[in-house]
């Protein structure tokens, strides 16, 4: 037996385990707060909530399984690693022997809001959930204002239909900033994750010398299908992380806009209350119910303009699906996260010792 190397495969199973720990504590939970209700995606962008949906999906799935290939190629290079070190079955027994993860199965999109997960549980959601609460009650309050204040002049009916006509171009801006808090963090680990992991498969074989069975098959795995899994994920975060920010700045401006705008006119609409001569303060409120009509609709145009531009990131979108498609697709061109899944004949030569010869020395 040649000198043996040991600290590459220790080196290799502690980033890989580190990784594994991140997706863990990171990605997975920002997986969960990237899933947006369907009263956040308003009516007007067509084709944004199926696109968003799709792909949180597929990034879903890709990193439930990198997730588990993490775990597993950490104990199995461990295991190996602890043998040569020791030169005792009896001590790697203590690691194994390790078996190749069930492969994940594609969750439903849950796109409510309720239950647990609808009741605040820190101090910034409990401020966040107040400020959506002060946010819609200022846009009914203003409208009421308004429709109130224009009654006498038959505009309330005009105020009303127009309210509600704004709102197909608006809707709940909350849940879009943990969902884009939420593919940040993925993103961050992914940047280091995606370049990184599949490295260790040369330092392991092309640096350290190991050859056989076991070294070839982790190899061959970390740089094929943990690679390509991990670099699909990167682009999809990262197109899922810009629209979401996107939808939260447009929709915060588009609901202040409209409280500034309506409360505005609201307020000119009171003042020409105290005008004396009732058919000039009934011409002048229609004067300020219809500028404001139009106000009001050039936003809903601006923003109906927003989201027409939201296909830019809609291809973004589709382009990181595609990535993680191309790595799941299997021989009948159906998407199937067995195939970037670590397999069990890959964990068995990965974790027996027997199939890793040490370079010569």
């Not at 549980?121 to 224009?150: D, K, Q, R």
Request: hydrophobic share 45%.
């Amino acid at each position: 037996m040649g000198s043996v190397d040991t600290a590459a495969l220790r080196a290799a199973a502690n980033k890989l385990g580190g990784y594994g720990e991140q997706f863990q504590k990171e990605v997975l939970p920002g997986m969960q707060d990237a899933q947006v209700p369907g009263v956040a995606f308003p009516l007007m962008a067509t084709g944004l909530q199926s696109a968003y949906e799709r792909g949180y999906g597929a990034g879903d799935l890709c990193t439930r399984v990198c997730a588990d290939s993490f775990k597993t190629l950490n104990l199995a290079l461990v295991r190996v690693a602890n043998y040569y070190e020791t030169q005792d079955q009896k001590d790697a027994h203590q690691f194994g022997p390790v078996t190749a993860p069930p492969v994940p199965e594609a969750r439903a999109y849950d796109g409510s809001v309720s239950g647990a997960d609808a009741i605040p549980s820190t101090v910034g959601e409990y401020a966040a959930a107040a400020g959506m609460g002060l946010a819609v009650g200022a846009f009914l309050s203003a409208s009421a204002f308004l429709a109130s204040s224009s009654a006498e002049v038959g505009a309330a009916a005009t105020v009303f239909v127009v309210s509600l006509s704004i709102w197909g171009c608006l809707a709940d801006p909350l849940p879009w900033g943990p969902a884009h808090d939420g593919w940040d963090a993925i993103e961050q680990v992914l940047g280091k994750a995606a370049v990184q992991a599949p490295k260790q498969g040369g330092k392991v074989v092309d640096e350290a010398g190991w050859k056989g069975e076991g070294p070839e098959a982790f190899q061959k795995y970390v740089e094929g299908p943990l690679s390509d899994a991990l670099g699909g994920i990167q682009t999809l975060s990262g197109g899922m992380k810009e629209i979401c920010g996107s939808c939260s700045r447009n929709l915060w401006m588009g609901i202040l806009i409209y409280i500034a705008t309506t409360l505005a006119i609201a307020a000119f609409c009171l003042l020409l209350s105290f005008d004396p001569e009732p058919a000039s303060r009934a011409a002048a409120k229609w004067a300020m119910i219809l500028s404001w009509v139009g106000i009001v609709l050039n936003l809903g145009i601006q923003m109906m303009g927003i989201w027409d531009v939201t296909g830019v990131a809609v291809d973004m979108i589709d382009t990181g699906f595609r990535a993680i498609e191309g790595a799941m697709l299997n021989d009948n061109d159906q998407m199937d996260a067995a195939t970037i899944a670590l397999k069990a004949t890959d964990t068995q030569q990965i974790q027996d010792w027997t199939k890793w010869e040490p370079k010569a020395g």
